[in-house]
């Protein structure tokens, strides 16, 4: 399975972005996609997930109502709005797959200026 990720990029303080990630090498539905962040030293942590077979969906608290996660099945991408961005959202944003098997994108930055 390969991860693709883009729309990282510098925005600043209550700026918006859409992160994209798309999924190849997996044809069943059985499985669902992760967004998560690291920041510099900090560990990795979740920020949202959805499930590919029944649509549920997700959220870190620190996310709930900023950020929305969502798929285009005929893409087959998964999507990130992030709404209202904060200097603390800062980081690279890493898309991982969880199905048969476990796999992570190379990640996309995200950088929120104050």
């Known amino acids: 399975v390969e991860l693709v990720e883009s729309g990282g990029g510098l925005v600043q303080y209550g700026g918006s972005l859409r992160l994209s990630c798309i999924v190849s090498?997996?044809?069943?539905?059985?499985?669902?996609v992760g967004w998560f962040r690291e920041a510099p030293g900090k560990g990795r942590e979740g920020v949202s997930c959805?499930?590919?077979?029944?649509?549920?969906?997700y959220y870190a608290e620190a996310m709930k109502g900023r950020f929305t996660i969502s798929r285009d099945g005929a893409k087959n991408t998964v999507y990130l709005q992030m709404n209202n961005l904060k200097p603390d959202d800062t980081a690279a944003y890493y898309c991982?797959?969880?199905?048969?098997?476990?796999?992570w994108g190379r990640g996309t930055q995200v950088t929120v200026s104050s």
């Open positions: 991982h797959f969880m199905g048969a098997g476990s796999s």
């Open positions: 090498g997996f044809t069943s539905d059985d499985y669902a």
């Open positions: 959805i499930s590919v077979i029944d649509g549920k969906t």
